[in-house]
């Protein structure tokens, strides 16, 4: 189990620079920003009008705000905006039009350098937030898979203390076998920048070790057998009371590495992924940060509209460890 606190405070240690789209109209954001100052745990930069938000809060004006409008930077982001999208048929004037909207034009900072990282999502869609970080920012190579994954944190009776990471719970519908492994793959990599101390990997499925045999089952078992990281424990196919209960996983595989202490959890598909991380929010009084996108050259991560303000502050001090290092 990761320790919040130290989560923050390894955040303020890498001093990143993450923009808020939605700052011009969304309370919480304000509220989340207004304590990511004071502790500094990471600088922000705020989308929007300065004299509206100046109106709105006075204490926003020690604050690093820029207008889609009037920035100075506006013709440059429109050039870099159409040289990117230029081949899928973006005009100049279109360019234009999209810089001005606050999700496109905290995507393009965050794209040029200006920012390290995004967060956004508490006031529109999860299309509505990422879109623009899929079109401009995009994967670290040509082909690189985008995925997200889910934090699930909190305690139960049944849980304790142990958080999990589930994927993929919102974007890729159906991942094919070599994707799963590449998700999984990337849902590591989230796991070690949020400082999980050991990371035990269940490829889930309604099969536990060929209880029961259909095409999903194979795809699940073949990916689990593919997937290899050094000082990973993985283990697959399970169902989620094997993967998750000591004394069920000793019944129904004596045999698996993981033995019911599984942390990450790797869904065959977008249905059961997104059903099972809500079912332990309002079930299992479990608090469900993200989706944390996975895969792109640089971190932007999508909110969920019902977030709280303790929700945006988690997800920008994880934007913050996913920003790669600068020379």
Same mark, same amino acid.
């Given at each position: $189990?990761? /320790? ?22 969304? !309370?919480?954001?304000?509220? &989340? ?15 929007? /009008? ?6 709105? /809060?006075?204490?926003?004006?020690? =604050? ?23 081949? @899928?048929? $973006? ?51 040509? !082909? ?12 139960? /009776? =049944?849980?304790? @203390? ?9 974007? #890729? ?22 400082? =999980?101390?050991?990371?035990?990997? &269940? ?23 593919? =997937? ?53 929010? $309002? ?17 932007? #991560? ?8 303790? !929700? ?16």
């Amino acid at each position: $189990m990761f /320790d919040i606190k130290n989560l923050l405070k390894r955040a303020k240690q890498r001093n990143k620079t993450i923009i808020f789209p939605e700052a011009g109209f969304s !309370d919480r954001t304000i509220e &989340a920003v207004k304590f990511l100052k004071k502790k500094n745990i990471c600088n922000v930069i705020l989308v929007g /009008d300065e004299s509206s938000l100046a109106i709105r /809060d006075k204490s926003l004006v020690k =604050f690093t705000i820029m207008n889609p409008k009037t920035c100075p930077l506006k013709n440059k982001l429109v050039k870099h905006l159409y040289a990117k999208r230029k081949e @899928k048929g $973006m005009t100049m004037e279109e360019a234009e039009r999209l810089v001005t909207d606050p999700y496109y034009f905290a995507t393009l900072l965050v794209d040029i350098g200006v920012a390290d990282g995004m967060v956004a999502g508490a006031e529109c869609s999860t299309k509505r937030s990422i879109k623009p970080a899929l079109q401009i920012i995009k994967g670290a190579k040509k !082909d690189t898979l985008i995925s997200s994954s889910m934090l699930l944190i909190g305690k139960n /009776d =049944f849980l304790k @203390k142990r958080n999990l990471l589930l994927a993929d719970c919102g974007l #890729n519908e159906n991942p094919t076998c070599e994707q799963l492994v590449t998700i999984t793959s990337q849902t590591v990599d989230t796991a070690k920048a949020l400082g =999980f101390d050991e990371i035990n990997v &269940a490829f889930l499925s309604y099969s536990t070790k060929g209880s029961a045999q259909s095409e999903m089952t194979e795809k699940v078992k073949k990916a689990a057998e593919k =997937f290899s990281r050094p000082a990973v424990v993985s283990d697959g196919e399970l169902q989620l009371d094997t993967a998750l209960r000591s004394d069920v996983a000793k019944i129904k595989s004596p045999q698996s590495p993981i033995q019911g202490n599984a942390n990450i959890l790797i869904f065959p598909d977008l249905n059961s992924g997104n059903i099972t991380y809500k079912a332990m929010q $309002m079930f299992g009084g479990l608090t469900a940060v993200g989706p944390i996108l996975q895969g792109l050259k640089k971190p932007v #991560n999508d909110l969920s509209r019902g977030c709280s303000v303790e !929700d945006i502050i988690l997800v920008s001090a994880i934007t913050a460890l996913q920003a790669k290092e600068t020379k």
